[in-house]
């Protein structure tokens, strides 16, 4: 199924919303998790791609989801690849603008669902690889190991030519496509830890923005995951959760009003707890167990710390405030349905560079949203950027769910006043 018609789905009916997802270009990268020492077997082929959702309401930014996709290729014993798919769900954040029945977590659900079902090949073509080989492009293109003295020559060559010979861009001459079994097996990943804002500055001072405390995010993914679990996945699907520092007791509290049935406390990252923390913890951007791990490398430890100790520690560093709930929860299993769904041009815009993709996402994450007008000023800016320099439009949609719920905040707001745009005081 499309973007459009998942989010229709859970957007109030009636209603006009626009999304952006942009997907960057997808980049060969280190393993995620570190190989011992003495292993002889090849680093796993790693290709990383970064999505981001937005959505807009009456022309503001409403909502925004960052998520990572990683697939990490073996040789298998055909032509294909063998895959598994890791997605890592790095950031979710709203501003506090949408004056309209809207449940965040069923958006946050259909876009999970949406990038569960996206073919896996979709992200193995013109992927950039860690080097370079400028030996093999076409000598007659200019790139930064062209000499002064050589480019000179090849531009006087084209100035000399009356027609110019159709070349490759540089970009397909430099990068590499592979294709992988559609049966890949997938890990979906996250950090839950609230905070007061991950993608929209300054939003928290928006007094309508529903913060919700550790307790309540982590029931707010779990009631989003088991969804997913029963609806997505298949029977067998490992599901755990751990709360660092947490009895397996406790953490089971929280599992109680699941309705999948296999969930466990635990992560799905080794049951040995005596196992070197390094080689088992995957190394994503932005994630505390990352920094934790490297904090170890400083510290000298990165080779006697096992998985019990890192999750003891993890919980008494200083980036957690003391009594916040933070968790680990991990899926592991495979899809109910192949995943096959090649990601439209209507629902998808890929970024030509990486350059390209963090000045659009600069847009949306740049402005400060403590007043109404920081949402609107993203919005036009991405909306005129696509417009003018890439001919494209945000993906319009339509809501067409029933059962919409009406935020209190939206319904007190709906009572005192419209909204109006208050202008930030100019910097002098
Ligand atoms: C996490 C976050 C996106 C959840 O947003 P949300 O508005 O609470 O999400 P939902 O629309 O799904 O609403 C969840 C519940 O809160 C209730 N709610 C929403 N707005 C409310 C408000 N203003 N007052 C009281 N309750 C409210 C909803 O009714 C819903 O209740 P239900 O579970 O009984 O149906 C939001 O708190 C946020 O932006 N937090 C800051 C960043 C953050 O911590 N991100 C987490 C990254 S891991």
Same mark, same amino acid.
């Given at each position: ?6 989010l229709k789905d859970v957007l109030p009916k009636g209603d006009h919303f626009e999304a952006l997802h942009l997907r960057n270009v997808p980049i060969e990268t280190h393993p995620l998790i570190t190989a011992k020492h003495d292993t002889n077997e090849p680093a796993p082929l790693t290709i990383k791609t970064q999505h981001l959702f937005v959505l807009f ?162 029931? *707010? *993914? ?88 890192? *999750? ?60 109404? @007008? ?34 209190? @905040? ?19």
């Amino acid at each position: 199924m499309g973007l459009e018609k998942l989010l229709k789905d859970v957007l109030p009916k009636g209603d006009h919303f626009e999304a952006l997802h942009l997907r960057n270009v997808p980049i060969e990268t280190h393993p995620l998790i570190t190989a011992k020492h003495d292993t002889n077997e090849p680093a796993p082929l790693t290709i990383k791609t970064q999505h981001l959702f937005v959505l807009f309401y009456q022309g503001k930014v409403i909502y925004g989801l960052e998520i990572y996709v990683y697939l990490t290729l073996k040789h298998g014993s055909s032509s294909l690849f063998d895959a598994e798919r890791t997605i890592f769900i790095s950031k979710a954040d709203t501003t506090g603008y949408a004056d309209c029945k809207l449940s965040y977590k069923n958006v946050t659900k259909a876009i999970i669902q949406y990038i569960l079902s996206l073919d896996p090949n979709a992200y193995l073509q013109n992927v950039l690889p860690k080097e370079r080989d400028y030996s093999k492009i076409d000598p007659s293109l200019i790139t930064k190991k062209t000499s002064a003295a050589k480019a000179l020559r090849i531009i006087s060559n084209r100035l000399n030519q009356d027609s110019q010979p159709l070349r490759k861009p540089l970009d397909e001459q430099l990068s590499h496509s592979y294709q992988c079994s559609h049966n890949v097996k997938t890990k979906l990943c996250l950090f839950t830890r609230p905070a007061a804002e991950y993608l929209f500055a300054a939003s928290s001072k928006n007094p309508r923005k529903h913060v919700v405390d550790g307790e309540r995010l982590l029931k *707010w *993914w779990i009631d989003i995951l088991d969804e997913i679990l029963l609806e997505t996945f298949r029977e067998n699907t490992e599901a755990k959760m751990r709360i660092p520092g947490e009895d397996p007791i406790n953490v089971k509290r929280y599992l109680r009003s699941t309705k999948y049935g296999h969930w466990e406390a635990g992560d799905v990252f080794g049951n040995n707890g005596k196992d070197l923390a390094a080689f088992r913890l995957p190394l994503f951007p932005d994630d505390p167990k990352t920094r934790f791990l490297r904090k170890l490398v400083e510290e000298d430890r990165i080779y006697k710390t096992d998985l019990s100790t890192f *999750w003891t520690e993890l919980q008494e560093r200083q980036e957690f405030k003391l009594s916040v709930i933070v968790s680990v929860i991990g899926i592991y299993g495979h899809v109910a349905e192949i995943p096959c769904n090649l990601p439209s041009t209507r629902d998808q815009i890929e970024a030509s560079s990486r350059r390209q993709f963090n000045s659009i996402k600069n847009y949306i994450t740049g402005e400060e949203y403590d007043v109404i @007008s920081g949402a609107t000023e993203a919005y036009v800016n991405v909306r005129d950027f696509l417009k003018i320099k890439l001919n494209r439009k945000l993906l319009q949609i339509i809501g067409d769910c029933q059962t919409g719920r009406k935020s209190k @905040s939206a319904e007190r707001q709906e009572v005192v006043t419209t909204l109006q745009v208050r202008k930030r005081p100019k910097k002098i």
